[in-house]
């Protein structure tokens, strides 16, 4: 899923048509069709107004999927001793809220 799908998604979501989001742009209908169908891509300088229309972040529009908060502990041995990472992919707003509220109750037992 790209860009253009999620311009669809988020602007079904919130009800608001094609040619209500060309007019808030001041751009013409088609190249905002144009936007979600993929043929042209969207310019950078329109994503922070696309999120203030539609009350989003701008990181929804890069979203691949929804989902929740993946920790993937990995322990690798080398001479030193163990190096120890942690890879967290966070997919949507409600995984950091997530992740958030996990780390907070971590630092409260301290």
Same mark, same amino acid.
């Given at each position: 899923m790209g860009i253009s @799908?999620?311009?669809?998604?988020?602007?079904?979501?919130? @009800?608001?048509? &094609? &040619?209500?989001?060309?007019d808030f742009l001041g751009i013409g209908l088609r190249t905002y069709v144009d936007w979600e169908s993929g043929k042209t891509d969207v310019k950078c300088s329109y994503l922070p107004k696309l999120a203030t229309l539609f009350k989003v972040e701008i990181g929804d529009f890069f979203q691949e999927k929804l989902g929740k908060v993946v920790i993937n502990q990995h322990y /690798?041995?080398?001479?030193?001793?163990? $190096?120890?990472? /942690? %890879?967290? %992919? =966070?997919? +949507?707003? +409600?995984? $950091?809220? &997530? =992740?958030? @509220? /996990?780390?907070?109750? %971590?630092?409260?037992?301290?």
């Open positions: @799908d999620n311009l669809v998604k988020i602007r079904n979501k919130q @009800d608001i048509s &094609q &040619q209500e989001v060309a /690798v041995e080398n001479k030193e001793g163990s $190096i120890n990472s /942690v %890879i967290l %992919i =966070l997919t +949507d707003k +409600d995984g $950091i809220e &997530q =992740l958030t @509220d /996990v780390v907070k109750k %971590i630092v409260e037992k301290e």
